[in-house]
Structures are given as C-alpha cells and as structure tokens.
C-alpha cells in the first residue's frame, strides 16, 4: 500500500532564507507522481509542484524546487527566498500511475511558520 | 475560470441528523473527487466520480454516506445519520483527463473545503 510520511514538527524560518520540508514515501508501483500542496489558513489547497518517478531532473517552479531521490524514496520541498506569505501547511502527496487508479495519498502535513 | 466550489463552507449539526455537502468541480472535469481530512491527522480519499460514474469508492468509511453526481456534473455527498467521528473538513477536488501518463497537467484542483461539525 502506498503511504507518505511527514515527521517533522512545526517548523520556523527566518523570511529570506532557504528551507526543506522532508517527505518520504512508499509505493510498489514503478510508475508514480509525486506533489506538493500549500494549505493557508484561509483553507484552500495550493498545488506547488510534481515530479514524476521517471523524471530525470528535479522538478523546479520558481521559488519552489523537489529534491527527488529516489533511492532513499524521499521528495523533499525546498523553499528559497522563504516570505512571510509562505507561512501556512505543506502537504505531500503521492498517486500510482500505472492502473486506473488516480486517487491521492496524503502524508500529515507540515506547519512552516516564517518569521520577519 | 472559476475554480472549484464548495457549499456550505461551515456545517454544524447534531449527532444523527443529516448534512448534505456539495461540490461544483470546475466546467469541463470529467474527475471528481472527495477527500476528508479529520483534525490531526491526514488527507483521506473516499471516493472518485469519472463523469456520473463511481470509478473508486474504496475510502467511503461507511453506508452512512452516499455520494452521487447527477449528470455528470456537480456532487453531493451525503451524511446521514451523522457520528461525532464524522466531524472535519470536506475536501472536493476535480481534474480535467485521466492521469494515464501522468504528469502536473492532470493535477487535481481543489476546493476551499466545508467544514463539518458534529455536536
């Protein structure tokens, strides 16, 4: 079955600085699509950013990169430049692609709080 | 293009009464998707509309809820009689094509959520 993992408490970062929210995951299927969600308090989720499990490079989105290693079956977030607007829940998500299947598997989100 | 839409943003009723959430995906998506998410813990599927058909229902906790799409189009999904366990936040999410190669274009949209309370 697959599973995401996200243990790290609340996290703080100074505003401008780079920061990483750490994401594991589990999956037997070979072919599988990686994502990361935003959840501000105003509860809307904000899709970021996807890697595909084929995909040779780390996906990137401006401030917004997945560093993807898929050995050790992680796909962490790193946020450059972090604002104050990032402050908010990160979501990691995860869907096998290679059945009819098209659902998403959450991992239990991650709190970032930036401070000025 | 409007997004994803969901009604009512807050629900508050009694243990055994019944609610009723609905989703309007956005114009065109054929998937539709509910997800809950019960305080502290994760985002969990229930089921996945592919127009007016239930293409995975594998998540629906129980038979006290039932989900239907009429036409294809919006959704509603039902909760009767409701449990204290039934309380959380109500995710619907829709995307445009069936992710057969995957790919960021048919990432899910979702909706702002209702938040669901049982006393």
């Known amino acids: 079955a697959q599973k995401i993992t996200q243990t790290q408490p609340g996290m703080f970062v100074q505003e401008k600085e780079a920061v990483t929210l750490d994401c594991t995951y589990d999956t037997s299927d070979p072919s599988y699509g990686l994502f990361w969600y935003k959840q501000p308090s105003s509860g809307e989720m904000i899709f970021l950013i996807y890697?595909?499990?084929?995909?040779?490079q780390n996906a990137t989105e401006g401030r917004y990169s997945l560093n993807f290693q898929k050995a050790r079956k992680s796909a962490n977030l790193v946020i450059s430049a972090s604002q104050l607007g990032d402050s908010a829940m990160y979501f990691c998500a995860m869907r096998e692609e290679s059945g009819a299947n098209s659902k998403l598997t959450f991992g239990k989100g991650i709190t970032l709080s930036v401070r000025p | 293009e409007a997004g994803v839409t969901q009604f009512p943003s807050h629900s508050v009723i009694e243990k055994g009464q019944t609610v009723t959430l609905r989703c309007d995906p956005i114009?065109?998506?054929?998937?539709l998707y509910w997800y809950r998410r019960v305080m502290g813990k994760e985002i969990k599927f229930l089921l996945h509309?592919?127009?007016?058909?239930?293409?995975?229902e594998s998540g629906m906790p129980n038979n006290r809820f039932l989900a239907e799409r009429t036409g294809g189009t919006y959704s509603t999904l039902k909760v009767q009689p409701a449990e204290l366990e039934d309380s959380g936040v109500y995710f619907c999410a829709s995307s445009q094509d069936f992710p057969t190669s995957g790919g960021f274009e048919y990432e899910q949209y979702f909706g702002p959520g209702t938040r669901l309370t049982v006393t």
């Open positions: 114009s065109g998506h054929d998937n």
């Open positions: 509309f592919v127009k007016e058909s239930k293409q995975d």
């Open positions: 890697q595909g499990s084929y995909d040779q």
